[in-house]
């Protein structure tokens, strides 16, 4: 049977800005093209991708302030996502690091998750979560509500795990915590960049390069305290202006230069003209690595989660063990005795192209149909 010939809706939890998640979605949407989207929000009707597309929208999307603040929903999305009607659906996948898992179909629809990662703020990072609340003047009323909130919505988040009959997880890492907080079995389908899209160039410059959301578990400080002792150029990529993006800009020494909201052309330079990319935090699964090793430059990343399984040490990069600048530096100064193949690296990375995804995802899809 042809999959095309189904009837396939595509949830996701929210789209709203737009980051990896959004990037898995959109190769989705290129591979099935006539799928609906249900979301509990949208904000990216700019956007050429969902031009023409049918997309349905949560309550959520009519409430002042909790429709631009999706954080703040949280309690309501589980209402959200139960509430879309799926019954005219053959295929049902959802695209979850959240709650969109959770939807209801029909008995005889195939309900497929692909899962970013169980619920990091009910299960592996709640505790982080709770220390780093970002809800603002509001952050003293959640911190008091969410331990009293969380046995509800984790007995709701267990129920709704349970819903889709087959898993896919985006990694190992993920596969694991799936097994450990949903005991479901999951297949791993890496997640894929179009690899076509980045240039490639033996001329490197003398700089190492960083780029990502200026937040705590990033590990931008780690890489400000690091350059500031040892004084080789960095470059560090942002789009988040915060009190931590200010703080570190101020505290940062005259070898370590800041770039902050630049264009994506911009970014893809540097990529290629970078010594090194330098991965400090740890990351169920986090694209830019790969986007790096795909512009020919080897990878310094932190010996944990994704980059374990992206990374290979010694070939297209090394690893430094702990978060700390004497760990770090150590590696880099190991790393700058090194030559490395520019090809073997770019041709790693092809094994990560959104086309593979494309393919071990219909593949999959086709199977459980078959069945």
Known sequence: MNLQEKKIAIVCDWIKDWGWAELVLSHLLELFPHADIYTSIFYQADNPLFEWRNITTSFIQKIPILNKKHKLALTLRPQAFESFDLSSYDIVISSTSAESKGVITKPDCLQICYCHTPTRYFWSHYDEYQSMMEFGILNPLAKLLMPRLIKKLRKWDLAASMRPDFYIANSENTRERITK????????IYPGIDTNNFKTTENKSDF????????????????VDTFNQNWKPLILVTNTDN???RKLKKKSKANIKWKLSISREEIIK???EAKAFVFPPEEDFWLVPLEAMASWTPVIAYWVGW?????????TGVFFT???PESLHKIIERFETMNWDAKAIRKHAETFDKKVFQSKMYDFIQSKVSL
């Open 243 to 245: 009190k931590l993006y």
């Open 208 to 223: 190492y390069l960083s780029v990502g959301r200026c937040i705590p578990y990033k590990q931008f400080e780690l890489l």
């Open 270 to 272: 540097l990529y290629s």
């Open 307 to 315: 980059a374990l399984e992206t990374v290979l040490e010694w070939k």
């Open 181 to 188: 907080y949903y005991d479901r079995k999951s297949e791993v």
């Open 322 to 324: 702990e978060q700390t």
